[in-house]
């Protein structure tokens, strides 16, 4: 079901009954100063000619569209397509967004960027623009995190970033993200908050997809002139929902196409021990968002798991939840172990080593492509490489270096 | 009338500014919240502020941070913090309760049935810090349903606009933050909060506390200076969180007891006297 007349969110920043600006008073002036100077760069050619050219220039786009014919052979159905975001500098579709975020700081007077960060890719993406701009970059970063993710909190160091554990809470993204809007609220005079992916306060939902949804536009085209149609689904992991939206939102208008968006289901939805906030959460209010969310009896936020650390968030971007409710996009959900067998799969079958967030879209994609004939095309965002995962995924197999 | 309108009510007449303080339900314990709260009143509170708490307090620094994790740790929901104001209301039957958390934990329970509860169990008014002006219309009329007074928090970086629209939906008190910046935070500027008062209370016609880094007697007698109310938090969980949990009642009390000196300092029966302290 295609929907045609799709615009959102509206003014006030809603999907639906989702979205919204859910934030104590001391922020509004600051997210209004940034929704009128968002809008504004919008109107503004050279703003946009500039975003086209560092993704052009410094990201490498368009990223290629690839047939993984090796791989849809072997699972004898459907034709698997895979948009390589993973071929992005830096290694993932964060990039996109936080150049688009730091051009607007640059343009706003904005000399100090802050990020939260959960798997440090965001957080790498954001040092990276710092660096690239000349701005003074801090990451806030759960001590969890940092104790998993070592080699992204050296990365970020080495392009310049500090990088601040936080130590209340779960110590992962969740409270991470609650660290930087503290740090947005005490420094918002000269401090731009770039958030990684499609949620948070309006505009930040809106304007994340908008810088994301290069990567379905491109793809259109892409699909355009190397199948002469489009695909049948459209598969992507779904943490907060970037690359998803980013992917999904250029075909919201284009009837036949499925959208399906991929959740961790961790340890199994049984074990509690997961990150499907769309399958199995109840919609609430956090991150300055309504939308849905894992949460106990009496609202508080559930501690989640995933294997991979860049889906472990409790909440889910604001439009990913109306899309499930409006049945525009259907999301179901890949087990840790599910998502570890794509990854060796086309590791083997492709060359190509994914990042573990990217690998259920792509368990996804592996269970749904021999219930369909040769003839149907999957696509499949291909969200990051997998190199930072390496460690995690040798340890599964009780491999230490 | 409601109690905090009667209690703003009495204080112009005496010419006396309010003393709110705030702690978090549950925290150190839950059996420990009435006597505190009694405690407070006993001291010289006017209003006690009581947090509900919340696993991810977007809008407080680490002191209070740590107070809902302790009462988070404790099991202390949503349901118990209204059992504890039902406990303390058997007792007191004048001073004000607000309560103040976030949206999640009111929303999981439902707009309605906390309302209903609310008032059942003698709240007066309720804050729900991520529930700005345009997000909470639905909430506002379930409230005054129940004849509590929804509390909004105004800013600094506040729009004459703003203050207008959330005078048009707040009673009871405003609280004015005093500084850009999370509970909790140091510095406070008194003259630019005496800039901004008169004007919030003209506009909204409501009375006006201010809040956010009073730490002492002095600091709370410049602000009653200039605002209807004086609100302390983190200083009196920074004393919740370093006594013991025989002397903690006595520690806040006496705390309590030199803020009040000071709040009453600056107003009609101590104008000019000096905080002794
Ligand atoms: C490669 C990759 N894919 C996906 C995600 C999940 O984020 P989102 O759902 O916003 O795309 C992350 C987050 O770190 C990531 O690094």
Redesign the pocket.
């Known amino acids: 079901m295609a929907l045609p007349e799709y615009d959102l969110p509206d003014a006030s920043g809603h999907f639906g009954q989702y979205g919204g600006v859910f934030v104590a008073e001391t922020l509004i002036a600051a997210l209004d100063e940034l929704k009128e100077a968002y809008a504004a760069a919008q109107r503004d050619a050279q703003f946009i000619a500039e975003f086209e050219h560092e993704l052009k220039h410094y990201v490498g786009r368009p990223s290629p569209l690839y047939h993984a014919r090796h791989w849809s052979a072997v699972l004898g159905g459907a034709q698997i397509f895979l948009k390589r975001e993973d071929l992005n500098h830096t290694g ?3 990039i996109n967004n936080c150049i688009g975020q730091a051009l607007l700081a640059r343009r706003m007077g904005k000399a100090r960027v802050i990020a939260e960060t ?2 440090g ?2 957080g790498v993406a954001t040092a990276t623009v710092a660096a690239r701009y000349g701005m003074t970059c801090v990451v806030y970063m759960g001590s969890e995190d940092m104790r998993r993710q070592a080699a992204n909190v050296y990365r970020m160091k080495l392009l310049g970033a500090r990088v601040v554990p936080v130590d209340s809470g779960s110590r992962t993204l969740k409270d991470a993200l609650n660290e930087a809007m503290r740090d947005w609220v005490t420094n918002v005079s000269d401090t731009f908050y770039i958030i ?3 949620a948070g306060p309006h505009p930040y939902p809106m304007m994340v997809r908008d810088f994301q949804s290069v990567i379905g536009r491109e793809a259109i085209a892409q699909m355009q002139e190397q199948c002469g149609r489009q695909p049948d689904a459209v598969i992507a ?8 939206m980013g992917i999904f939102h250029p075909y919201i208008p284009v009837g036949g196409v499925r959208l399906i968006g991929v959740e961790a289901a961790g340890e199994g939805l049984g074990s509690g021990r997961h990150a499907a906030s769309l399958t199995a959460g109840r919609p609430g209010v956090l991150h300055g968002n309504r939308t849905y969310l894992l949460q106990d009896e009496n609202g508080q936020i559930s501690e989640t798991h995933s294997i991979s650390a ?2 472990d968030y409790p909440g889910v971007g604001p439009e990913h939840a109306w899309l499930k409710d409006c049945g525009r996009a259907e999301y179901v959900s890949v087990s840790d172990g599910e998502a570890l067998q794509a990854f060796h799969d086309l590791c083997r079958l492709e060359g190509i080593i994914p ?1 573990l ?2 690998s259920h879209a792509l368990a996804y994609a592996a269970s749904l492509a021999p219930k369909l004939a040769r003839d149907a095309i999957l696509l499949v965002n291909l ?2 490489r997998g190199d930072k995962d390496i460690h995690t995924v040798a340890e599964r197999s009780g491999i230490r270096f | 009338m409601t109690r905090i309108a009667g209690l703003f009510g009495k204080l112009r007449a005496q010419q006396r500014k309010a003393l709110i303080p705030f702690i978090t339900a549950g925290d150190p314990d839950p059996a420990l919240t009435v006597p505190l709260m009694h405690a407070l009143v006993q001291a010289g509170a006017d209003i006690i502020e009581l947090g509900v708490p919340f696993s991810d307090p977007m809008a407080d620094g680490p002191i209070i941070q740590r107070a809902s994790e302790r009462a988070l740790a404790n099991g202390v929901s949503l349901r118990q913090v209204l059992a504890l104001v039902a406990s303390f209301r058997h007792d007191d039957r004048e001073t004000p309760v607000v309560l103040m958390g976030y949206a999640n934990p009111v929303e999981a329970m439902g707009l309605d049935e906390f309302a209903a509860a609310a008032a059942a169990a003698g709240v007066d008014g309720v804050l729900v810090v991520d529930y700005p002006p345009e997000e909470s219309r639905a909430f506002v009329s379930v409230l005054r349903a129940h004849s509590l007074d929804p509390i909004f928090l105004l800013a600094p970086t506040s729009s004459e606009e703003r203050i207008a629209q959330v005078g048009t939906l707040a009673s009871g008190y405003i609280y004015y933050v005093s500084l850009k910046g999370v509970t909790g935070s140091a510095a406070l500027d008194v003259a630019a909060v005496a800039a901004r008062i008169p004007g919030i209370r003209a506009r909204t016609g409501v009375p006006v506390g201010v809040g956010f880094g009073i730490r002492d007697a002095a600091t709370a007698a410049a602000v009653a200076e200039v605002a209807d109310a004086v609100v302390v938090g983190s200083r009196i969980i920074e004393e919740i969180e370093h006594s013991a949990r025989e002397t903690v009642c006595d520690r806040v009390a006496v705390l309590l007891a030199e803020l009040r000196c000071g709040v009453d300092s600056v107003t009609a029966g101590g104008k000019g006297a000096k905080w002794a302290g």
Do not use: M
Request: charged letters at 10%; glycine letters at 28%; aromatic letters at 0%.
């Open positions: 993932a579709h964060k959960g798997a890719q965001h990684g992916t499609v992991c779904v943490g907060g929902g970037s690359n998803a860049g889906l990042a967030e990217s969200s990051g």
